[in-house]
Structures are given as structure tokens and as C-alpha cells.
T-cell receptor
Framework: DSGVTQTPKHLITATGQRVTLRCSPR?????VYWYQQSLDQGLQFLIQ???????AKGNILERFSAQQFPDLHSELNLSSLELGDSALYFC?????????????FGPGTRLTVL | GQQLNQSPQSMFIQEGEDVSMNCTSS?????WLWYKQDPGEGPVLLIA?????ELTSNGRLTAQFGITRKDSFLNISASIPSDVGIYFC???????????FGQGTRLTINP
């Protein structure tokens, strides 16, 4: 158990809908990262927050947005869902960012868009 | 942007065999990490490397930070069934915030 929690574990929805994925970082971690993993694919970095502020952005679609709240939990919002958005979405957290502050991953949310 | 090439993509070995996999980068990294992912789970950090030439072990796992800073290697000795999974390398460039991940090596062990 990494100490990072994600809810829900599974999510099934229809095209065009909007969903919210939630992540609680490890106790003491200020930085949260979101990744997308499609079937048999590597991890694609989406976005990073540090202490409530956006710190780095990856290949995140405009239909996707995220935020980190004062209690440091984070939410990833996915809207106008398409079939291709079906994937595992992972949250990771670290104490800070940069070298030596390594990321610990949550168990993921499996999103299925029908 | 930065890219990582991880090889092999998959390995089918017998229990007890040693395993080697590697990652190469198109640019210099100052951090190399190796993660393992079990089916339906999140990646788990195995080994972190921060200096060129560094060799670090974690039980039967040994990883090395290549001297050119553009590659890293992971070796698993005397493989056992619980080693099955997908192994990912990841790297971070100088001053970079984000990690870049390799495509993974899927390890299958025949008993």
C-alpha cells in the first residue's frame, strides 16, 4: 500500500458524459501527478500540482482539467468523454518535485466509456 | 520532447533464469527510476538512481545508471513467479519537473 488513495476504482459511463476522479496523496506529500495508461501502453503524464498550484503540464486534452484543493487532495475532471478515453488513470504523489522526491502511485481508476 | 526506448518489450523465461532489460534516452537524464506494475495495480518504485555509473541493488534486483547518462539497466537474478509483471523505466532530465516513462517490459515466467 503506497498510501495514495484513488476513488472510484472502476467507472463505467457513456460517451459525451463527464466524470470526476479523486486522489488523496500520501500524508505529508505536497505534489500530485495524474497519468493516463491505455491498454498495454506506457504511462502518459497529464498534469502536476504542487501545493495547490499547477506545476507542469503534459499531454492533457482540453476536455480534461484538474485541480488540487487546500487539503491537498486532487480531482481530475474528464468531460465530453469519447471511447478513446477508456483507460486506467493513476494519481501519484511526492513530498516535493524534482530529483530525490520520487513519486508513489495509487491503485488507479479504471474508466470505461461505452 | 524526451523519449525513452525500453527493451525488450516482452520476455518469456523459465523460473530461476536471470533477466536483463534496458532503457535508452535521446537526451541526458539526471534521475533514472525503475517501477514494477502488477495487473490492475499502480506502479511500485523498485530502485532510484541519481548518479552516472551508480549501481544499486534491491534484493535480487540490480539497476545501473549508465555512464553516458542516456541509459539504464535492470537485472533480476534467479527469477521467481512473483517477478511476473510489467517493468517500467522512467527518467527525469536536468531541472525537469516531470518523469518520462518507457513503454514497459512485460515479464512472463514459465514454471
Amino acid at each position: 500500500d503506497s498510501g495514495v488513495t484513488q476513488t472510484p476504482k472502476h467507472l463505467i459511463t457513456a460517451t459525451g458524459q463527464r466524470v470526476t476522479l479523486r486522489c488523496s496523496p500520501r500524508s505529508g506529500d505536497l505534489s500530485v501527478y495524474w497519468y493516463q495508461q491505455s491498454l498495454d501502453q506506457g504511462l502518459q503524464f497529464l498534469i502536476q500540482y504542487y501545493n495547490g498550484e499547477e506545476r507542469a503540464k503534459g499531454n492533457i486534452l482540453e476536455r480534461f482539467s484538474a485541480q488540487q484543493f487546500p487539503d491537498l487532495h486532487s480531482e481530475l475532471n474528464l468531460s465530453s468523454l469519447e471511447l478513446g478515453d477508456s483507460a486506467l488513470y493513476f494519481c501519484a504523489s511526492s513530498v516535493a518535485s524534482g530529483s530525490g522526491n520520487e513519486q508513489f502511485f495509487g491503485p488507479g481508476t479504471r474508466l470505461t466509456v461505452l | 520532447g524526451q523519449q525513452l526506448n525500453q527493451s525488450p518489450q516482452s520476455m518469456f523465461i523459465q523460473e530461476g533464469e536471470d533477466v536483463s532489460m534496458n532503457c535508452t534516452s535521446s537526451s541526458i537524464f539526471n534521475t533514472w527510476l525503475w517501477y514494477k506494475q502488477d495487473p490492475g495495480e499502480g506502479p511500485v518504485l523498485l530502485i532510484a538512481l541519481y548518479k552516472a555509473g551508480e549501481l544499486t541493488s534491491n534484493g535480487r534486483l540490480t539497476a545501473q545508471f549508465g555512464i553516458t547518462r542516456k541509459d539504464s539497466f535492470l537485472n533480476i537474478s534467479a527469477s521467481i513467479p512473483s517477478d511476473v509483471g510489467i517493468y517500467f523505466c522512467a527518467g527525469r532530465g536536468e531541472g525537469a519537473q516531470k518523469l518520462v516513462f518507457g513503454q514497459g517490459t512485460r515479464l512472463t515466467i514459465n514454471p
